[in-house]
């Protein structure tokens, strides 16, 4: 019973999404095919459906890999607090966690800094990129 129990919770978690999202997928497509041949049969060409240009956003891949390497950070430090220290042997949750939430505060402080320090229109141009 407990198998069963287990498959259906997995397929809940994993299947009913990604089915979720191929129906809506394929939903939307349709109908903007639905749409396009509308047009054509009354005579208008559709315009074509041009992809813009992804301009990178420096700053959120800047901020980004700051965080990811402050968790990082915060994930080691927290493991080896646990493992090495007499305090932390009972309480191994509480000190991961603290030393991610603290590496992650220190992430956001340093990114804060070095944005700082740019030039407040490169930072604005960014901004309106995004």
Request: a neutral charge.
């Amino acid at each position: 019973m407990n198998d069963v129990a287990g498959i259906i919770a997995i397929l809940s978690a994993v299947a009913l999404p990604i089915a979720t999202g191929l129906v809506i997928g394929l939903t939307s497509v349709k109908n903007q095919h639905r749409e396009r041949m509308g047009l054509i049969n009354q005579g208008i060409i559709p315009p074509e459906r041009m992809k813009k240009k992804a301009n990178p956003n420096r700053f959120v891949s800047l901020r980004n890999g700051i965080v990811l390497i402050a968790l990082g950070i915060g994930v080691i430090v927290g493991f080896l607090c646990s493992e090495n220290l007499t305090i932390a042997q009972d309480n191994e949750f509480w000190i991961i966690g603290a030393s991610v939430v603290f590496f992650l505060g220190l992430g956001y402080l340093v990114y804060f800094l070095v944005t700082q320090k740019m030039p407040a229109a490169q930072h604005k141009e960014d901004l309106e990129q995004e």
